[in-house]
């Protein structure tokens, strides 16, 4: 089965910046993943929540930058969530045993909203 291109949305308000990931996060992702995450690093928002309900696979390369961005913020009193993971991508997290690195919550920011 071939991969599913990522694609990654961001939508910002005065309380929570949201990352939307749609697709693989692979190892062909990664520049996507990159210029998407490190702006957000670079402008220090309090509270990024990471919807990954629609995300199919993430690699180690993927959980990495992740925790990239997770541990920048914390450095300025930043928090990251990550949100609705899919099994196998909570499964990637699990092995990689990164989950508690994060505050994981079931439900995506979208459908709280909706």
């Known amino acids: 089965m071939p991969s599913a291109p990522l694609q990654v949305s961001v939508a910002r308000n005065e309380d929570v910046t949201i990352v939307t990931m749609r697709g693989d996060a692979d190892l062909a992702a990664a520049d996507v993943l990159s210029n998407a995450l490190l702006p957000i690093a670079a402008s220090r928002p309090a509270y990024v929540m990471v919807d990954l309900a629609g995300l199919t696979f993430i690699s180690s390369l993927g959980i990495g930058q992740l925790v990239s ?5 914390a450095a300025h009193g930043g928090k990251v969530t990550i949100a609705a993971p899919q099994p ?9 045993q990164v989950e508690s690195l994060f505050e994981i919550v079931a439900e995506s920011p979208h459908d709280a909203v909706a």
């Open 69 to 73: 961005l997770r541990r920048g913020l």
């Open 88 to 96: 196998r991508v909570m499964q990637a997290l699990k092995h990689a």
